[in-house]
């Protein structure tokens, strides 16, 4: 049974940082995508970004790829989302989501991931 624990959300003044955590748990699969994605009040959920685990292969939202850094630590299966030069904008609900590779992945689309976490709320204020 895959299950993804996020965690390290919080509030943080405008400029502050945060990282957050996804431990993948139950893939036996060796590679497989893990991408982030949020979603603020009223709005749509956005992807953030994506890793393709054991090929460091990332790719990053044009609003947050020269502020924020998905990394893995693939011993433990966790994967981080750094998050640093923090905007109001950035506020909401962050998910982990992940999906084994089969074919073509889209990995902007949140219908692509199988799996998804509960969420870690992120609050950046002015």
């Known amino acids: 049974q895959v299950q993804l624990l996020e965690s390290g959300g919080g509030s943080v003044q405008t400029g502050g940082s945060l990282r957050l955590s996804c431990e993948v748990s139950g893939f036996t699969a060796a590679r497989y995508y893990v991408g982030w994605f949020r979603q603020a009040p009223g709005k749509e959920r956005e992807w953030v970004a994506t890793i393709y685990t054991g090929g460091r292969s990332t790719h990053y939202a044009d609003n947050v790829k020269d502020r924020f850094a998905i990394s893995e630590d693939n011993a433990q299966k966790i994967i981080y989302l750094q998050m640093n030069s923090l905007k109001p904008e950035d506020t909401g609900m962050y998910y982990c989501?992940?999906?084994?590779?089969?074919?073509?992945?889209?990995?902007?689309?949140?219908?692509?991931?199988?799996?998804w976490g509960q969420g870690t709320q992120v609050t950046v204020s002015s």
């Open positions: 989501a992940a999906s084994v590779a089969g074919g073509v992945f889209v990995y902007i689309n949140s219908s692509s991931y199988n799996y």
